[in-house]
T-cell receptor
Framework: EPEVTQTPSHQVTQMGQEVILRCVPISNHLYFYWYRQILGQKVEFLVSFYNNEISEKSEIFDDQFSVERPDGSNFTLKIRSTKLEDSAMYFC????????????FGPGTRLLVL | AQKVTQAQTEISVVEKEDVTLDCVYE???????LFWYKQPPSGELVFLIR??????QNEISGRYSWNFQKSTSSFNFTITASQVVDSAVYFC?????????????FGTGTRLKVLA
């Protein structure tokens, strides 16, 4: 069964460094999402992406965040200058056209900012 | 505004007991979807069920059952004869057609501990 994959599974970085989290959505899906879960808290929507542009973003998704689909298979989340409070689990999700209500989640990337 | 409330922060039960996890939602839309996810200690989100707003039938899947009541805006989840492997955090989530992207709004989760 097709699945969403994410790399790396864990990343440790120093405050102020840039990180790129990578996702490979399910191949025929056209809608992509990032969510964040700070340790012990709920999962929060960050951004949705369709047709090479952001379709919706939350208040959390400020100027230090960006998303990109650099090729036909990858979907990335870049954090330009990480802060301690960016430490979280980041989930990528994708959905297919006509079935947006069903998102398939990747296993997550656990980011730790020191 | 859309909101999902899981009032139970943590529940502990002894193995073989039945347990119900509560979920109450708020939505401005008539078309919406409700979900339950399990998050084990490893951290991934495991999909359990999806229910759309037009289908109020309750559902049973093995030891799991779900009670959807639009009149009270609730979508509760019951585990029958709980097992230690059921120990996890369980999240309820809402997705609305109003939001063109169908973004998910999650509740704060309920941590279930099943003791042997």
């Amino acid at each position: 069964e097709p699945e969403v994959t994410q790399t790396p599974s864990h990343q440790v970085t120093q405050m102020g460094q840039e990180v790129i989290l990578r996702c490979v959505p399910i191949s025929n899906h056209l809608y992509f999402y990032w969510y964040r879960q700070i340790l012990g808290q709920k999962v929060e929507f960050l951004v949705s992406f369709y047709n090479n542009e952001i379709s919706e973003k939350s208040e959390i998704f400020d100027d230090q965040f960006s998303v990109e689909r650099p090729d036909g298979s990858n979907f990335t989340l870049k954090i330009r200058s990480t802060k301690l409070e960016d430490s979280a689990m980041y989930f990528c999700a994708s959905s297919e056209a006509g079935r947006l209500e069903t998102q398939y989640f990747g296993p997550g990337t656990r980011l730790l900012v020191l | 505004a859309q909101k999902v409330t899981q009032a139970q922060t943590e529940i502990s039960v002894v193995e073989k007991e039945d347990v119900t996890l509560d979920c109450v939602y708020e939505t401005r839309d008539t078309t919406y979807y409700l979900f339950w996810y399990k998050q084990p200690p490893s951290g991934e989100l495991v999909f359990l069920i999806r229910r759309n707003s037009f289908d109020e039938q309750n559902e049973i899947s093995g030891r799991y059952s779900w009670n959807f009541q639009k009149s009270t805006s609730s979508f509760n989840f019951t585990i029958t004869a709980s097992q230690v492997v059921d120990s996890a955090v369980y999240f309820c989530a809402l997705s609305e057609a109003y939001s063109g992207t169908y973004k998910y709004i999650f509740g704060t989760g309920t941590r279930l501990k099943v003791l042997a």
